[in-house]
């Protein structure tokens, strides 16, 4: 062999070295774990119409991309774009091309959102939004859309009815109508045809329960107590009796944290004056728990009319048949705060 193609075949083999060099060099580069290098798990929230530029500045703040060059690279090269919007977990074993896989595919990672011990939809939408991507105001817009509650009989004041407090599985992108409409699923499944029967027995509507679920949850942190005070306001919906809740009256007092309603708040003009007026009020004053809604369903049978917080302050009640009992109990009652001072 000359000289010549000596050289030329060495020259091949060295250029086919230097190829073979720098495949591995990159191989290693994208498989080996490059990504949270310092063992962190970080979470990377990608939010929709971010580009390239975003999500490689996103990765960089949040301190999950060690070789951002190589990354850049890769990614074009495997046809990387407009990466898919989302929630993604990085672990620490994360290699380039498991990142860049992750994100072309869009293979993000659920959130958990719970709620519960919500008021109201202001509050469930703050909370919602902490969670997923849209704003609290694009929630409220759809909680507030009467389209969006056209399968129920629904109007404002029972819209939170539609809601039960539990922890759900949701896309960081979820839209607040696919909020909504997961939310009209749970609750279609959770008021199936022995519930519904449930509350014919008991001669409520579904929104009906809700609602006096809520006074209730107000009315005890004793759940044990709830099915028999459930009981009392039944018989006194039976008999037409005003409920007379002092729950309802802090709502319509714009209040949550007295710790003694007075005479005089009981004058307040307002729907939700269950000492003026009779019946159920327009809606719940609170979402109610699962567990008070159960309550309810299988409130205590009994011809109690009457009950009021024990004088222990343990939060239990204590309940009677007559109104002369229960003044009994009411004074005890009184005597108990003022001793602690708790006049208001």
Same mark, same amino acid.
Request: proline fraction near 6%; charge should be neutral; charged fraction near 25%.
């Given at each position: 062999?000359?000289?010549?193609?000596?050289?030329?075949? !060495?020259?091949?083999?060295?250029?086919?070295?230097?190829?073979?060099?720098?495949?591995?060099?990159?191989?290693?580069?994208?498989?080996?774990?490059?990504?949270?290098?310092?063992?962190?798990?970080?979470?990377?929230?990608?939010?929709?119409?971010?580009?390239?530029?975003?999500?490689?500045?996103?990765?960089?703040?949040?301190? +999950?991309? !060690?070789?951002?060059?190589?990354?850049?690279?890769?990614?074009?090269?495997?046809?990387?774009?407009?990466?898919?919007?989302?929630?993604?977990?990085?672990?620490?074993?994360? %290699?380039?091309?498991?990142?860049?896989?992750?994100?072309? @595919?869009? !293979?993000?990672?659920?959130?958990?959102?719970?709620? %519960?011990?919500?008021?109201?939809?202001?509050?469930?939408?703050?909370?919602?939004?902490?969670?997923? =991507?849209? $704003?609290?105001?694009?929630?409220?817009?759809?909680?507030?859309?009467?389209?969006? &509650?056209?399968? #129920?009989?629904?109007? /404002?004041?029972?819209?939170?009815?539609?809601?039960?407090?539990?922890?759900?599985?949701?896309?960081?992108? $979820?839209?607040?109508?696919?909020?909504?409409?997961?939310?009209?699923?749970?609750?279609?499944?959770?008021?199936?045809?022995?519930?519904?029967?449930?509350?014919?027995?008991?001669?409520?509507?579904?929104?009906?329960?809700?609602?006096?679920?809520?006074?209730?949850?107000? =009315?005890?942190?004793?759940?044990?107590?709830?099915?028999?005070?459930?009981?009392?306001?039944?018989?006194?919906?039976?008999?037409?009796?005003?409920?007379? !809740?002092?729950?309802?009256?802090?709502?319509?007092?714009?209040?949550?944290?007295?710790?003694?309603?007075?005479?005089?708040?009981? %004058?307040? =003009? @307002?729907?939700?004056? $269950?000492?003026?007026?009779?019946?159920?009020? /327009?809606?719940?004053? +609170?979402?109610?728990?699962?567990? &008070?809604?159960?309550?309810?369903?299988?409130? #205590?049978?009994?011809?109690?009319?009457?009950?009021?917080?024990?004088?222990?302050? @343990?939060?239990?009640?204590?309940? %009677?048949?007559?109104?002369?009992?229960?003044?009994?109990?009411?004074?005890?009652?009184?005597?108990?705060?003022?001793?602690?001072?708790?006049?208001?």
């Amino acid at each position: 062999m000359s000289r010549r193609w000596r050289s030329v075949v !060495a020259g091949s083999l060295a250029l086919a070295g230097l190829l073979l060099w720098l495949a591995l060099d990159i191989y290693d580069r994208v498989k080996r774990p490059a990504v949270c290098t310092d063992g962190i798990t970080r979470t990377l929230l990608l939010p929709s119409g971010a580009g390239g530029q975003a999500l490689v500045d996103s990765l960089l703040s949040i301190g +999950a991309l !060690a070789d951002t060059a190589t990354f850049v690279r890769w990614a074009h090269h495997r046809g990387l774009r407009i990466p898919k919007p989302g929630r993604y977990v990085l672990h620490p074993d994360l %290699s380039i091309d498991d990142l860049v896989r992750k994100l072309r @595919s869009g !293979a993000q990672d659920p959130v958990q959102v719970t709620f %519960s011990n919500i008021r109201d939809l202001d509050m469930l939408a703050e909370k919602v939004s902490r969670s997923l =991507e849209p $704003t609290k105001e694009a929630f409220l817009r759809a909680m507030y859309d009467p389209a969006n &509650y056209s399968g #129920e009989h629904l109007e /404002p004041a029972t819209y939170i009815c539609l809601y039960l407090p539990n922890t759900y599985e949701f896309w960081w992108t $979820t839209s607040p109508e696919a909020f909504l409409a997961r939310m009209q699923r749970e609750h279609d499944a959770y008021w199936n045809e022995a519930r519904l029967e449930q509350a014919g027995r008991i001669g409520l509507a579904p929104e009906e329960v809700a609602t006096l679920a809520s006074i209730v949850q107000a =009315e005890t942190i004793r759940s044990e107590d709830a099915p028999r005070i459930a009981g009392v306001y039944l018989n006194r919906l039976r008999i037409g009796m005003p409920l007379q !809740a002092d729950p309802t009256l802090k709502f319509a007092l714009g209040v949550d944290s007295v710790g003694r309603v007075l005479n005089v708040d009981k %004058s307040i =003009e @307002s729907p939700y004056n $269950t000492y003026l007026h009779a019946g159920l009020p /327009p809606g719940p004053i +609170a979402m109610p728990e699962l567990r &008070y809604i159960e309550a309810v369903l299988q409130a #205590e049978k009994s011809d109690l009319l009457y009950f009021c917080a024990k004088d222990d302050l @343990s939060g239990h009640s204590v309940f %009677s048949r007559t109104y002369a009992e229960h003044l009994v109990n009411a004074r005890k009652y009184q005597r108990a705060l003022d001793r602690r001072g708790i006049y208001r």
